[in-house]
């Protein structure tokens, strides 16, 4: 199965796609989608690439689920509209090409990649270039984007063999089990 991670931002969103095979997990790609080359007074425009650029990463690498970070609020109103419009758009294009998606906050993919909520961004990039071992970490949207997927790819194994181990699922999805899915 091959699952997408989506880090949203309305400047740069980061993606990154895995492969399971059980609980085996293989890097397939990351990167970013950018909109910095846009005029910030051009936002219809900015959601569109955002929108396009997660639809064609989508197909190209023909994902099989998805997952995206869920917004915090900030304490700047605006940006936190400008992100949850950012966010919008990558859901819009994950829908509409009827790919399930899970949500799961910053703190849940900090626990389950590196074992604690208050993970800086190096420690996450060193956390993915371990588990996927990579000759180098990728940017900190790319990594974050991995870090979703894998916590993904960590909640869809546990919960397909919940039945069979029990004490083994609750361990593991206990710091990401509270994610939102549909």
């Given at each position: 199965?091959?699952?997408?991670?989506?880090?949203?931002?309305?400047?740069?969103?980061?993606?990154g796609?895995?492969?399971t095979?059980?609980?085996?997990?293989?890097?397939?790609?990351?990167?970013t989608?950018?909109t910095?080359?846009?005029?910030?007074?051009?936002?219809?425009?900015?959601?569109?690439?955002?929108?396009?650029?997660?639809?064609?990463?989508?197909e190209?690498?023909?994902?099989?689920?998805?997952?995206?970070?869920?917004?915090?609020?900030?304490?700047?109103?605006?940006?936190?509209?400008?992100?949850?419009?950012?966010?919008?758009?990558?859901?819009?294009?994950?829908?509409?090409?009827?790919?399930?998606?899970?949500?799961?906050?910053?703190?849940?993919?900090?626990?389950?990649?590196?074992?604690?909520?208050?993970?800086?961004?190096?420690?996450?990039?060193?956390?993915?270039?371990?588990?996927?071992?990579?000759?180098k970490?990728?940017?900190t949207?790319?990594?974050?984007?991995?870090?979703?997927?894998?916590?993904?790819?960590?909640?869809?194994?546990?919960?397909?063999?919940?039945?069979?181990?029990?004490?083994?699922?609750?361990?593991?999805?206990?710091?990401?089990?509270a994610?939102?899915?549909?």
């Open positions: 199965m091959k699952i997408l991670g989506i880090d949203p931002g309305l400047q740069c969103t980061g993606f796609v895995i492969e095979s059980g609980q085996q997990v293989s890097y397939v790609a990351s990167g989608i950018k910095t080359h846009l005029s910030t007074t051009h936002l219809p425009l900015r959601i569109k690439t955002i929108f396009d650029g997660v639809r064609e990463v989508a190209q690498f023909q994902v099989d689920q998805a997952a995206i970070e869920i917004v915090f609020i900030n304490n700047n109103p605006q940006s936190s509209l400008l992100l949850g419009q950012a966010r919008g758009a990558c859901l819009s294009a994950l829908v509409s090409l009827s790919l399930p998606v899970a949500e799961y906050t910053a703190l849940q993919m900090k626990k389950s990649v590196a074992g604690h909520g208050r993970a800086q961004k190096a420690q996450i990039q060193e956390m993915v270039k371990r588990i996927l071992s990579l000759s970490a990728p940017g949207d790319a990594s974050d984007a991995l870090g979703l997927a894998l916590t993904h790819a960590q909640v869809a194994w546990s919960e397909r063999h919940a039945q069979l181990k029990p004490n083994l699922v609750a361990r593991h999805t206990g710091a990401v089990k994610g939102r899915s549909r």
